[in-house]
């Protein structure tokens, strides 16, 4: 199994950066696709971004496609999100997670579909 700790979350205005990372331990980190979830107060946990175990395949929700962008580093074990032109709705508290892949062109949405979790990283944008 896989241990995965996030990290790269704050406060930050509309408009503005963040990057996320993701550091992953236990088993090897290329034999699984990762993804990148989220979740609100009151609301349910939704899928952010999905990349594939060679790195060569992601996928986006259409609310953060253009403006997110997903990316793994296998010789580090980490998984980043890199969020640009941040809104007041992207405020949640974000969640990476891995699934076991038998191919590697694999992506997968649902959260039913992920086998581990972090624990999460806070991001705020305020206004």
């Known amino acids: 199994q896989v241990q995965l700790i996030e990290s790269g979350g704050g406060l930050v205005q509309a408009g503005g950066s963040l990057r996320l990372s993701c550091a992953a331990s236990g088993d090897t980190f290329s034999r699984y696709a990762m993804g990148w979830f989220r979740q609100a107060p009151g609301k349910e946990r939704e899928f952010v971004a999905a990349?594939?175990?060679?790195?060569?395949?992601?996928d986006y929700a259409d609310s953060v496609k253009a403006r997110f962008t997903i990316s793994r580093d296998d010789a580090k074990h980490t998984l980043y999100l890199r969020m640009g032109s941040l809104k007041p709705e992207d405020t949640a508290m974000y969640y990476c997670?891995?699934?076991?892949?038998?191919?590697?062109?694999?992506?997968?949405?649902?959260?039913?579909?992920?086998?581990?979790w972090g624990q999460g990283t806070q991001v705020t944008v305020s206004l």
């Open positions: 990349i594939a175990r060679l790195g060569d395949t992601t």
């Open positions: 997670a891995a699934t076991h892949a038998i191919t590697t062109w694999t992506l997968k949405r649902a959260v039913g579909q992920y086998d581990y």
